[in-house]
């Protein structure tokens, strides 16, 4: 399955703007061949958390926010998933959503792990650690940002046949390393394919570094985004089963598991 992942350019934005993106990249996506498109954390209303943009994107996974970017992969053909901020009642959640190419709900998961004191004093975390949905015959699993530096977040996936893992991201500078060092490790570690994306650019005093990754279980990076660009860009991977068998055969690290020696 070919995939694309955008990584795009943070700065004040509103909810149309920030539609008005992924539409044009998920038709550039679409024209390409892609399958799949995956967006950044936070994608409806954008980075960085500003409380206007916030109170405007925020709302339920069958609110007008989600109506419109189903709305945007029905149009262009292609699945997507994409980040926004759940409301639920009286609990917000750092949400991603997966939308088949028919615009159809596929899955929801609300980010487990929250960085630092703004996201923890913002949002509610998500209480379940594995989300799955079937697409193009791969079993489709995701995260968020901090979570995938969690090798037991990863290897969870692992354990319930997660082939591909969507990991929409909000990455800053200086922690490049994640996204070249961590990012490639969990995939071969756990034997999967991870797609991670991220914004680029500085506003209001934070710098996101790009580098956008797309990981292989082979322990290959398929593409790695610049730190810094003058643009939305798309990067291409292809999720492949034959190179999912391939690596879990020649490193069967799931299989010489010996997980009685690890409980406490």
Same mark, same amino acid.
């Given at each position: 399955?070919? @995939? ?38 936070? $994608? ?19 609110? #007008? ?12 053909? @292609?699945?997507?998933?994409?980040? &926004? ?38 949002? =509610? ?13 791969? =079993? ?10 969690? #090798? ?16 929409? =991201?909000?990455?800053?500078? #200086? &922690? ?13 570690? +756990? ?7 991220? &914004? ?12 956008? $990754? ?11 985004? #610049? ?23 020649? =490193? ?11 409980? +406490?």
């Amino acid at each position: 399955m070919k @995939i694309a992942c955008l990584q795009t350019v943070c700065g004040a934005t509103d909810v149309e703007q920030t539609l008005d993106r992924l539409r044009d990249a998920a038709g550039k996506a679409a024209a390409e061949g892609a399958e799949l498109l995956i967006a950044p954390e936070m $994608t409806v209303g954008g980075y960085p958390l500003q409380y206007a943009a916030l109170a405007q994107s925020a709302g339920p996974a069958e609110g #007008p926010q989600c109506a419109a970017v189903s709305e945007i992969a029905r149009e262009a053909g @292609i699945a997507v998933a994409h980040g &926004w901020p759940e409301r639920d009642g009286t609990h917000l959640y750092n949400a991603v959503r997966l939308v088949g190419r028919d615009g159809r709900p596929l899955a929801v998961y609300r980010k487990a792990h929250l960085y630092g004191r703004a996201e923890q004093e913002l949002f =509610t975390p998500g209480g379940s650690g594995v989300v799955q949905a079937s697409l193009g015959g791969l =079993t489709v699993g995701m995260l968020i940002c901090y979570d995938v530096e969690f #090798p037991e977040a990863v290897r969870a996936h692992a354990l319930a046949g997660t082939d591909l893992l969507l990991v929409p =991201t909000g990455l800053m500078s #200086p &922690w490049d390393f994640v996204a070249q060092t961590i990012v490639p490790a969990r995939a071969f570690e +756990s034997q999967l394919y991870i797609a991670y994306a991220n &914004w680029s650019g500085e506003h209001g005093g934070l710098r996101f570094c790009g580098r956008t $990754t797309i990981a292989a279980p082979d322990g290959t990076v398929e593409c790695l985004g #610049p730190t810094a660009s003058g643009g939305d860009q798309l990067l291409f991977g292809e999720a492949d089963p034959a190179t999912l068998a391939s690596a879990r055969r020649t =490193t069967p690290y799931l299989r010489d598991r010996r997980p009685e020696l690890y409980e +406490s």
